[in-house]
């Protein structure tokens, strides 16, 4: 099966590589190109892609083009994309979009706007580079489209087809507005990360012990602090304002739990833990899963097959994975799985898990 679609991918690092890696699996012909050689080979060793000498030749006879660069260096390219292959939609995957749009539509030729569809998958890891892609980064991940007030509707209605076939949800959303709610739900958090980070490594330098004592909500927490500097950097800057309203309104949040806890207003606090699990759990489960979910906490011993002893006992009882996250303990030899699956299947669950001598704690 095929899409019949002719995609060039400009930047393949991550993303740019699992979107190859996506248009092969539903059978396009897949050009790439790369300004660092070794990048665009690795890539091009990972997932089948043509790699091209140019950005001229990789979008030559392409049908949709995908910028996966820097957020600096995408209009620059959008524009010559658009000049270089006139029958072409192009799209990009920036995490801001306002600014994008407003800068390609300052350079790019007015005849080519309508091709231009801003996007955002959201989708990834604080990994980068084309070793790391997987078309399965993209599978039913939400892919944003946020089309300029000249975009074509039959451009984006194509890129909407094309995203729909790989297996993720395209889902329309203003450029400002998507900006909006990324500083809320993907800057803010990389920001919190960061920042947790940064303290427990200055502040705590003396005290040699303290990563001994990080438990899983250290780790889980401070995981995006492994993201490349360069490239959150631009994004957090391209995204300034609403980033800046979003650290706002955190540093607010904190400052009211701050003076709660000082006040010893136990309610309060509480109130405020129990409104934020409420929406915790509500994210966690899928559109499609109206009875709300359940978390199981189970300890895991470290040796190979354990995770798959653990799967294959909720397979076996007809129960699906929700979401599963995975902390090791500092010390080595064990870890705990936080599995989430439907409210209505957690006691199939607990019994399937049971049954092969683990002993799941529902933690919700």
Not at 90 to 112: F, R
Request: one cysteine or more; aromatic letters at 4%; glycine letters at 10%.
């Amino acid at each position: 099966m095929t899409s019949g679609e002719r995609v060039a991918v400009l930047g393949t690092g991550l993303i740019g590589t699992s979107i190859a890696l996506a248009a092969a699996r539903v059978g396009d012909r897949v050009r790439g190109f790369d300004l660092e050689r070794s990048v665009l080979e690795r890539a091009a060793a990972r997932s089948g892609l043509e790699p091209a000498d140019d950005v001229s030749h990789c979008v030559e006879d392409a049908t949709l083009v995908f910028v996966c660069t820097p957020v600096p260096s995408i209009a620059p390219l959008v524009a010559l994309a658009l000049a270089a292959a006139p029958e072409a939609v192009v799209t990009d995957v920036g995490s801001v979009k306002a600014p994008i749009l407003a800068e390609v539509e300052a350079t790019a030729g007015a005849g080519g706007l309508g091709r231009f569809v801003g996007g955002h998958p959201m989708g990834g890891s604080e990994r980068s580079g084309p070793e790391w892609a997987s078309a399965s980064v993209l599978d039913d991940i939400v892919w944003v489209l946020a089309p300029g007030r000249v975009t074509d509707e039959t451009a984006t209605a194509r890129l909407e087809a094309w995203i729909a076939a790989i297996g993720a949800r395209p889902l329309r959303i203003e450029p400002e507005r998507h900006d909006r709610l990324v500083a809320i739900v993907s800057h803010l958090p990389q920001v919190a990360s960061t920042a947790l980070m940064g303290l427990a490594a200055t502040e705590e330098a003396g005290e040699p012990d303290i990563l001994l004592l990080a438990a899983g909500g250290f780790r889980d927490l401070t995981r995006l602090a492994a993201s490349s500097p360069r490239l959150w950097s631009d994004i957090l800057l391209a995204n300034r304002r609403a980033v800046a309203e979003a650290i706002d309104l955190y540093i607010a949040r904190l400052t009211a739990m701050r003076d709660m806890v000082l006040g010893e207003l136990a309610e309060g606090v509480e109130r405020s833990f129990a409104e934020a699990k409420r929406a915790r759990l509500s994210l966690g489960a899928k559109p499609q899963v109206r009875t709300g979910v359940a978390v199981l906490q189970v300890p895991i011993p470290d040796r190979p097959g354990a995770l798959a002893d653990l799967t294959a006992g909720l397979g076996a009882a007809a129960v699906n994975i929700e979401d599963l996250q995975i902390v090791h303990s500092p010390e080595g030899g064990r870890g705990t799985v936080h599995l989430t699956v439907s409210a209505a299947a957690a006691e199939e669950a607990r019994g399937a898990l049971e049954a092969r001598g683990f002993e799941p704690l529902r933690l919700a």
